[in-house]
């Protein structure tokens, strides 16, 4: 099984790719914005703003851990990746996200976990 961990180097995203290094049969590809090493691996590249990042990604990904761009069109931007994931054949997604984003004072934050 491949994990794709978007935003590997934030708070939660380094946390999500020590947690799945270390389970047996279970291969991680960390992405973030920039690219390059961290601590378990190297990073691919990924960008939210450049979509012709997006495929290379999702490529043999089964599952895929997802954090918000937090930008004004991330409802729009989840939604579209996670059709170019499912169209590659990933079969399930975790979204970082607030218990509370029905009720956020984000504007967009509902939206986004719908759009998931």
């Known amino acids: 099984m491949r994990v794709l961990v978007l935003g590997a ?28 090493p961290i601590d378990d691996g190297t990073l691919v590249r990924f960008d939210w703003d ?12 089964d599952a895929v851990y997802l954090v918000d ?3 004004s069109d991330a409802a729009q931007s989840m939604s579209d990746f996670t059709a170019v ?13 607030s218990r509370d984003a029905v009720v956020s004072h984000r504007p967009g934050d509902a939206a986004v976990v719908s759009a998931v």
Do not use: F
């Not at 380094?14 to 914005?33: K, L, M, T, W």
């Not at 450049?50 to 990904?61: F, I, L, Q």
């Open 9 to 36: 180097t934030g708070k939660t995203g380094r946390q999500v790719v020590r947690a799945v290094n270390s389970v047996d049969g279970v291969d991680v590809r960390a992405v973030s914005r920039s690219g390059g």
């Open 50 to 61: 450049d979509r012709t990042s997006w495929a290379h990604v999702v490529d043999g990904a």
């Open 69 to 71: 761009s937090q930008q």
């Open 85 to 97: 994931a499912q169209r590659a054949g990933v079969g399930h997604a975790v979204l970082l996200s």
